[in-house]
């Protein structure tokens, strides 16, 4: 059997400069894509360097990321080492998370301070937002505000993003004004984006207004930003970050993120981007001194997933083992078509058995002889961890 092959290996970045941006590509990958955004100088290309190790630049002064950072990191998962021992795979293909490092926003970049209207744009391009939030004081360590108070920075950031969305909705009631003509489908259009405007004057999110899912896939249309799922990233210092539970600054932040049903990570990225630059041996055992399980990127594609409604499925055999990411609830024709569009087209049956099933059993002959191989068609909603193979026609 030939050796495991090693993901950090097999998931090397590959590297390109356009415009002075540095790009980290994995040819070949379907990622989602998390813009890292907060004000200047809280933390996010600290951040950025320990959940990549990409090396984008950072310094003590707001705007040194002036144009975005993009980083793709794998997404660790153990079941895989284990099929590709089982297999003897040639190549180890883990799913993929692409990080965006936006450049700090500042109060009025809505209108264009601090080259808000190109740092916005930026937002638009991803899934969901890593908010960045300074949840510790230190007087070398330059704040644009003056000094750490998250739920101000969050309240600017925030506002930020509903004033740049509230232009786009105002002009999309325009449009949908003018083409309406007697036309119900646009006069119902206006009347929901009229309502969304209202929502926004009040200095509420997207997110939070609440219609009905045919309006909220109208609204989808858009690409409004503040419509974006956030987890907020609370970065402590490294002495308030083990008892971060009793951080003033912390409990603040979880409350506030608490009444809008968002998720909060406790993180300390000056400690993460110390044990990004270890050696893969040292890590676990300086994480055990910190009485740590996981690093910030683990922890952070564990919310992400749960935020975006994320599984991951399994394919593996002699040539690759490899993980799918789809949302919950995929049914397994769809699930195949991430693999290639005729296998969706041609879709007959999926051969499944759960990777925990598998795993006890040692092998997938000894699995079939216990009937934990499945034959499962059409109508079959995917599990995170399936290991499949799908039969198809075209």
């Not at 786009?168 to 009229?194: C, Q, T, Y």
């Not at 909060?264 to 001194?289: G, N, S, T, Y």
Request: hydrophobic share 40%.
């Amino acid at each position: 059997m030939p050796p495991k092959p090693s993901l950090e290996h097999s998931a090397a970045c590959f590297i390109r400069k356009q415009g002075g941006t540095r790009y980290y590509y994995k040819e070949g990958f379907d990622s989602m894509k998390l813009g890292i955004v907060g004000l200047p100088n809280v933390g996010k290309s600290t951040l950025f360097n320990a959940i990549t190790n990409a090396g984008a630049e950072s310094a003590n002064y707001p705007f040194c990321t002036i144009e975005p950072n993009v980083g793709v990191v794998s997404v660790p998962d153990p079941r895989m080492d284990f099929l590709a021992e089982l297999y003897g795979s040639k190549r180890y293909v883990p799913a993929v998370i692409e990080f965006v490092d936006i450049a700090g926003l500042v109060r009025g970049a809505s209108k264009g301070e601090g080259l808000g209207n190109k740092f916005l744009s930026n937002i638009r391009m991803t899934d969901a937002i890593v908010h960045v939030v300074r949840c510790f004081d230190d007087d070398n360590v330059v704040h644009v505000e003056g000094g750490a108070d998250p739920l101000r920075d969050v309240e600017i950031i925030n506002m930020e993003l509903i004033m740049a969305d509230m232009e786009m909705i105002e002009r999309r009631i325009d449009k949908a004004k003018k083409a309406s003509k007697g036309d119900k489908k646009f006069l119902h259009e206006a009347e929901v984006f009229e309502e969304l405007l209202a929502h926004l004057n009040e200095g509420k999110t997207v997110r939070s207004f609440d219609c009905s899912e045919e309006d909220r896939e109208l609204i989808a249309s858009s690409e409004l930003i503040s419509a974006k799922p956030v987890i907020y990233a609370a970065n402590l210092d490294d002495v308030s970050f083990s008892g971060y539970e009793t951080n003033p600054y912390y409990t603040a932040l979880k409350a506030m993120a608490d009444a809008e049903d968002a998720l909060v990570l406790p993180i300390c990225a000056k400690i993460e981007q110390e044990i990004a630059e270890l050696p893969p041996e040292d890590k676990a055992m300086f994480l055990e001194e910190l009485g740590m399980t996981q690093s910030s990127l683990d922890r952070l594609i564990t919310c992400s997933y749960t935020l975006l409604g994320l599984i991951s499925y399994l394919t593996a055999g002699p040539e690759e083992v490899r993980a799918w990411t789809i949302t919950k609830g995929t049914k397994a024709p769809q699930a195949a078509g991430k693999i290639h569009s005729d296998f969706e087209r041609g879709f007959i049956r999926a051969e499944i058995v759960a990777y925990h099933d598998l795993q006890a059993c040692g092998t997938m002959a000894a699995a079939k002889e216990k009937g934990l191989v499945r034959s499962e068609g059409k109508e079959y909603v995917m599990q995170d961890g399936d290991v499949v193979l799908f039969r198809f026609n075209v």
